[in-house]
């Protein structure tokens, strides 16, 4: 008789995952990225250079070094920072992570207990909507337009919450390529933010993940620079999106204190060493230029999806174009439930996010969805928003051109 | 004024790291391997290899497939456990993980909420005691000899665990290369184990860690094997101790429940692809010769520790020579608390794990240590060890050789 080990699990478990069953031929969802501009010759290249000098310091943990990570990724992601991002860096505020999800993981663990609350953009990362679920804090969504988080509407928050005797553990914002809208926070906003987050003692917790992503390039610098040593801004970045995502390295910027807290939260006896060589080998000679090609190659993919929607949805889909990154957000008209729309595109081979994962009310995000565009190639970008648009046509009766 | 973020983290966080300061010349802790025994050379002829066929994959989640893991990895996995360890294996029961750690972490997930107990050997891994104290799991030892967990401890407290209605959650056990002991756990030993857990409902955490490293090469067939199908144990293993542990991919092996519902908790959108790639093609052609190698040195290193500890140490330090893996369990005479050594013994450059971080009794841990030979050569190895013995004769007053 075969034990029934599933009867011995905690309660409380998320839905198990299913089994793997092959990719869509539609798929606009993930941040997945263009398979042509892998720099994977770049990669190789730098993997048989940097074993030759470090090669036999695998036989440690952390290559023998700190456990904040490999010193020439940090030093590489420090001087980066300063150049791209108008950020003055020390390696020692760095802390790479296994990828900028665990970056994530870690502010959660510093931060947070079940019931608190955070506030977060009213459209933002899944990613963090269902992390924050899964620990128990409530979020609270703040006004989003064209040039990033409404400060009127900010101030409105932190005053309600102060008076409710909840005041929130942290603001979290992506102000770069925000995920999903695709806006860039101006400069203007962002001192606004670190005023109202100052005011009412806030620290403010900057994902920064898709900023190198800008498509002409123009990059303000970050909250954490703006702050210029206030102590308020928790930073992280990630090597996903500039290089592949299937390499899993990202980092927290801040000041010792989280630096050497998080260190004590992060029990995975370090990150991939033979990522971080490959990455910090390769970075310090090709970064910028990769990035710039990458981008140049995602500006056209964009416009390409832009277009397409347009093309196949007219007047019924309203969107900004993106500034960066890999994604535009869609609303479509007023009544159309996009979650709805899940299972008949899955029927033509089409998959997107239907925007209630990334909106934190539900009456926002219902009519809204993320369409990626970084990993299909022009043709399957037209052709699977055509078919999407047939979807959207015979689902909810919408004439569409 | 510069905001006070410290103020702002959560009640009940563990005690913040420190700044790396770098290494000491006589380390005889953590999991660090033989420099001259990686495969540097082979691990990059692998990443070239790999690269021209994967590269472009880079650009994708989990490489555009599972997010069980890369797929030729999970079937070197499944077919080095038919083979080295007498357990046929489907690749689809395989789960890559970040490094062992995090199958430990899935596996916490999985079972266990606060107030929970979990049996563990009286000598355990020194992390996996930190990790349920974390989460507030109570843990009871099973007494330990030389043939591993004894069933007629094991059954009483078993028994006296239902009787009082607080029945374990699961069984942690590191059968093969015991951690600290060294030990290798008989199949009679093993057979009486799983007949216990079978009679009493309670699942088997099997921790194979260093089971590649049997200095004989005579492996004993997993617990997990031995269950034959029984759904009783969940199995994890790495490649850290077999390849290199800066390297952080391990993996868990268990039937459809367990790993379907661990991708659910596995929410670091996958382990690193190019530590996957390249030991996945690397160990394809080369584990078995590698670790033939290894191995070989690992037991010179072993003679080398055994005979310095007898050299200085004399009568007053007992142990049993490991049958593998990297590190030798020494007791010291009763009185002696090898905690109050820490700090003598940094001053002059030695390191090693006191014993009541690895032993869940204070009073059976606390005259004992671990030392780690994987690492230092043997020269390092007499001459720390010598050192020791100088600290632990002005410390504790003991007449030493």
Redesign the interface.
């Known amino acids: 008789m ?5 009867a ?13 069953s092959g ?1 869509l031929p539609y798929s606009f969802l ?9 720099p ?2 770049g ?2 290249e730098a ?2 250079a940097i ?2 000098r470090e ?14 990570g490999y010193l020439p990724l940090r030093e590489f992601v420090a001087a980066s920072l300063a150049t791209r991002a108008s950020t003055p860096t020390d390696p ?1 505020e760095v802390l790479i992570t ?2 900028s ?2 970056a994530l ?1 870690l502010v959660y ?5 079940r019931g ?1 609350v955070v506030i977060v953009e009213e459209a933002t990362y899944g ?1 963090t909507l ?2 924050l679920a899964a620990r128990g804090v409530e979020v609270r969504g703040v006004a989003l337009d064209e040039d990033g988080i409404r400060p009127d509407h900010l101030e409105v928050l932190l005053d309600e919450l102060a008076l409710a005797g909840t005041p929130p ?2 603001i979290y914002t992506i102000p770069t390529v925000q995920n999903p809208t695709g806006s860039v926070m101006s400069v203007e906003r962002r001192l606004a933010l670190l005023e109202l987050a ?1 005011h009412h ?3 403010i917790f900057e994902d920064d993940c898709y900023a190198d992503l800008v498509f002409d390039g123009n990059r303000p610098p970050t909250l954490r620079a703006l702050d210029d ?4 801004v ?1 930073y992280c970045g990630s090597f ?1 999106k500039s290089i ?6 990202g980092y927290v910027v801040a ?4 630096v ?6 992060k ?9 971080q060589l ?1 990455l910090a080998e390769y970075s310090a000679a090709h970064f910028d230029d990769h990035v710039a090609t990458l981008t140049s190659a995602l500006s056209a993919k964009s416009q390409a999806m832009c277009s397409a929607v347009r093309e196949s949805f007219g007047e019924a889909a309203e969107f900004t174009e993106p500034r960066g990154g890999i994604f535009v957000w869609v609303a479509l008209p007023d009544g159309v439930d996009t979650a709805t729309l899940v299972a008949p595109a899955l029927e033509k081979g089409v998959e997107f996010n239907p925007g209630a994962g990334w909106s934190v009310d539900p009456a926002y995000g219902s009519r809204r969805m993320r369409l990626c565009f ?2 299909p190639s022009e043709d399957t970008i037209r052709e699977g928003v055509g078919l999407l648009a047939e979807v959207v046509a015979a689902e909810t009766g919408l004439q569409l051109p």
């Open positions: 075969s034990f029934d080990i599933a011995t699990f905690r309660p409380g478990l998320p839905a198990p995952g299913a089994k793997w990719n993930g941040g997945h990225n263009d398979g042509a501009s892998v994977f010759g990669l190789t993997a048989s074993m030759m090669g036999p310091n695998l036989a440690t943990y952390n290559l023998g070094g700190s456990p904040q020692d296994s990828g999800l665990q993981d663990s510093l931060f947070l207990q608190d990613g269902s992390g553990k942290f100052r003692g806030v620290a040593g206030g102590g308020q928790v996903s592949a995502p299937s390499l899993r390295v000041d010792w204190p989280v050497g807290q998080m260190l004590s939260l029990t995975d006896a370090g990150t991939g060493a033979l990522e490959v970084g990993h």
